[in-house]
């Protein structure tokens, strides 16, 4: 990987400008193995099986037929096979894993000295994506290289390397420079998981004895299991067919299997919850539910030249000039067919959606497929949407009564018709919970159904280039009474990635929302720019459309309109970015003399960071299918504190207290508008909202062993306070010297606790782990 910046040529400026060579290298190294197993059986968020298509259907990948001549359901419920829809991991290896590490270590001359460190590594029990090493991973091949000299009182070390600030247990708080692999949540030493950046590291020691330090580094995010850098950046787009389901992104989620997958990056990119892939799925329902409103046989489509499409039964690819708007508009006016809303739609018979579905007999499977028997008894519906509706019914290929065709509800439609053929998230209203994309859309109307018609998702990352740095100081001092203090402050990019929702067009243009409402007694519809205070409808247009009054079924003569036209299906955003965030805070720690327990270190550590971003989620909005105006990154300036206390008892057992409060200076809390936590929201948990002023309580212990204090055991205990409950995380380790090169090493995981919290999510990855370490 091309690492070209300002900081890595200072770096190897610093090593290869002298004319010395290398007087001598001392080479030593470390071989590595740990091995662990699930110690609870279930499964980890996000995996939900493998989908694979109807194997009955289809001649080509991703390509299911469901129309034409012939062709009958091969089951019940037709679309998507799921192998393992709650696949159970039981004690499972996750983790086999080989790290050897190389350090190597010299003079440069008689003012300079070097350091690197390289590592390869292998685990063959690793999803595919961390299986090997990875460059700004904690599995970075080159891990550290850096050169250490001094100029004019000045400490310079110069390279790639890490700097700690803060002496926080279990969390990081001042370490504003380095970012963090947390693909094994905090499970890895703060040293292992802290992943190291190039960066020119100086430090001077003043008159008084206080310290000054100057780090100017290369901005990097925090890596999370499902949102990083391996998320695919291809446009997802299911295609278009009338008769023919396309399932293009089939299992298209990100790390999905990854043991530390979290509730929150799986509502973004996971395979069947994240609206990544859930947004093609909805594109390619809306452009079925536009046309199943248009009859069998007739001119239904005017395409840009406005010569009339005339759908032939059985014929594929219709959908190419296949307009939502000019296909649907007319047929939407009658005041049931407005709301595409829970109490709604949900509820509607089919036979009471735009007239009569079919006619009063018995409708078989030779008649369903036959240019006469579609004409004749599925007057107002298409072939592909009749599918749909005898699936829900049970009829498959054979003959079903009429009145159980158009006894089918919209809610049956949409879990058993439509649902099963992908393998998404889209619709279980069966199931009696508020879980599903579709019911979180209780206030869409058909009219931003048309908007969504062929809609298509991207993930884009906009981070920051080599020229850009991250800039931090710190001053240290002890004050007159044994007070170690430091005040550090810094300019950088926020370590936590944030995503960007917006609608584009396909040159990459943003469009504008608007709303659309029909008015007067002819059925016209007029568009303007979007005002959340009317729900009507959404939909999209050019930047700059305006508005405009238009006839029914001519949507598409405005200019820039989109929905389903040909070259105008919009795409969904997720732009992953970092922004630029003011870090001022500081740190303090003293001992305290106490006859019971003797010394105390009291120590503590407090940062105010401004201009950083939190997600807002707004129900009502996404209610209503404002998908960009429903999850918003908003700006919120943040403090942090932790207050912690250090004794020694029963013959050196250090103990350690922590409280610790994160708080959201600018928190949201207006009903259904509320700061969510970026954690743990998600579609199975009511997109879980935040905390303004969030606790943690943390206790540890360390103590050696063995006859000689040879060996060491340690325990982290942390309780993470939530909204309905609180979650809790225990790691128990302990470290065998088995003689002076070789140590042995166990580790236990334990996460328990209210399910929608950041340890509770993660009960099912409770693990075992062990390791044996070889120094040479």
Same mark, same amino acid.
């Given at each position: 990987m091309k690492k070209q910046n300002l900081i890595l040529s200072a770096a190897l400026a610093a090593i =290869?400008?002298?004319?010395?060579? =290398?007087?001598?290298?001392?080479?030593?190294?470390? =071989?590595?193995?740990?091995?662990?197993?699930?110690?609870?059986?279930?499964?980890?968020?996000?995996?939900?099986?493998?989908?694979?298509?109807?194997?009955? =259907?289809?001649?080509?990948?991703? !390509?299911?037929? !469901?129309?034409? !001549?012939?062709?009958?359901?091969?089951?019940?419920?037709?679309?998507?096979?799921?192998t393992g829809v709650t696949p159970s991991h039981d004690s499972n290896v996750f983790k086999s894993e080989a790290r050897a590490q190389i350090f190597i270590d010299g003079e440069v001359n008689s003012n300079a000295t070097f350091h690197v460190e390289i590592q390869g590594l292998s685990d063959g029990k690793a999803i595919k994506a961390y299986d090997s090493t990875e460059a700004y991973t904690q599995r970075d091949p080159l891990r550290e290289a850096y050169v250490d000299t001094e100029a004019n009182d000045w400490s310079i070390r110069a390279g790639k390397q890490q700097v700690v600030w803060g002496t926080a247990d279990g969390m990081k708080l001042l370490d504003a420079i380095n970012p963090t692999d947390y693909s094994e949540m905090a499970q890895n030493q703060m040293e292992d998981s802290r992943i190291p950046v190039w960066m020119i590291n100086t430090e001077k020691t003043l008159e008084d004895g206080s310290e000054l330090q100057i780090v100017v580094s290369q901005p990097r995010e925090n890596i999370f299991a499902g949102l990083n850098r391996g998320v695919d950046t291809q446009v997802r787009s299911n295609g278009i067919g009338t008769d023919v389901v396309l399932d293009n992104t089939l299992n298209n989620g990100t790390d999905t299997g990854h043991a530390f997958m979290m509730k929150g990056p799986d509502t973004i990119t996971g395979v069947k919850n994240g609206f990544l892939n859930i947004v093609p799925d909805l594109g390619s329902v809306a452009t079925r539910f536009a046309m199943a409103f248009t009859p069998d046989g007739s001119s239904f489509v005017t395409d840009t030249t406005s010569t009339a499409i005339t759908e032939a039964v059985g014929t594929t690819g219709i959908g190419l000039n296949y307009s939502a708007g000019g296909a649907t508009q007319s047929n939407l006016n009658a005041a049931n067919m407005e709301g595409f809303t829970v109490t709604k739609f949900k509820n509607f018979r089919m036979d009471e959606m735009n007239g009569a579905l079919v006619n009063t007999v018995a409708v078989s499977a030779a008649d369903a497929e036959t240019s006469a028997g579609n004409g004749n008894n599925f007057a107002n519906i298409t072939e592909g949407m009749e599918r749909a509706i005898r699936n829900v019914a049970g009829a498959g290929g054979a003959t079903v009564d009429v009145a159980a065709l158009n006894a089918v509800t919209g809610a049956q439609l949409l879990d058993n018709g439509f649902a099963p053929l992908y393998n998404t998230n889209l619709s279980t209203f069966s199931d009696g919970k508020n879980d599903s994309a579709f019911e979180y859309m209780g206030a869409t109307t058909f009219r931003t159904f048309d908007a969504f018609a062929n809609a298509k998702s991207q993930y884009v990352y906009n981070m920051p280039e080599n020229k850009d740095l991250d800039v931090a100081t710190r001053f240290k001092a002890t004050t007159k009474d044994g007070v170690n203090y430091s005040i550090n402050a810094s300019y950088n990019y926020d370590k936590n990635p944030i995503i960007d929702l917006s609608w584009r067009n396909d040159a990459g243009s943003k469009l504008a929302t608007y709303k659309s409402v029909v008015t007067g007694t002819g059925g016209n519809t007029t568009l303007q720019i979007y005002d959340p205070s009317n729900t009507t409808a959404v939909g999209l247009v050019a930047t700059g459309a305006g508005t405009a009054t238009v006839a029914p079924g001519n949507v598409t003569s405005v200019n820039g309109f989109y929905g389903g036209a040909a070259g105008q299906a919009a795409t969904l955003r997720f732009t992953q970015e970092v922004k630029r965030v003011t870090q001022i805070g500081g740190s303090f720690d003293t001992a305290i003399e106490t006859a019971e327990l003797g010394p105390v270190v009291i120590r503590g550590e407090v940062l105010y960071t401004k201009d950083g971003y939190s997600p807002v989620m707004d129900k009502d909005k996404l209610a209503y299918g404002d998908l960009v105006g429903a999850l918003q990154m908003v700006k919120a300036d943040r403090f942090k504190f932790v207050l912690g206390a250090d004794v020694t008892a029963l013959t050196n057992m250090m103990i350690s207290a922590q409280f610790i409060q994160d708080s959201n200076l600018d928190f949201v809390d207006n009903g259904n508008e509320y700061t969510a936590d970026y954690a743990t929201m998600h579609l199975s948990n009511g997109f879980n909202k935040a905390i303004k002023d969030k606790n943690f309580y943390s206790l540890f212990f360390s103590k050696p062993f063995g006859a000689s204090g040879e060996h060491r055991w340690n325990n982290i205990t942390m309780l993470e306070e939530g909204v309905n409950g609180n979650g809790k995380w225990n790691r128990l380790d302990a470290e065998f010297s088995i003689n002076d090169d070789t140590q042995a090493t166990v580790e236990y995981n334990k996460y328990w606790g209210d399910a929608n919290t950041q340890f509770g999510q993660l009960e099912k990855s409770s693990n075992i782990q062990v390791g044996v370490k070889y120094s040479f």
């Open positions: =290869f400008s002298t004319s010395a060579v =290398f007087a001598e290298a001392e080479v030593t190294g470390k =071989f590595t193995y740990e091995r662990a197993q699930y110690s609870k059986s279930g499964s980890t968020i996000g995996n939900n099986g493998n989908s694979t298509l109807d194997s009955t =259907f289809g001649t080509g990948t991703g !390509v299911m037929q !469901v129309g034409g !001549v012939g062709t009958t359901p091969g089951s019940p419920t037709y679309g998507m096979v799921t």
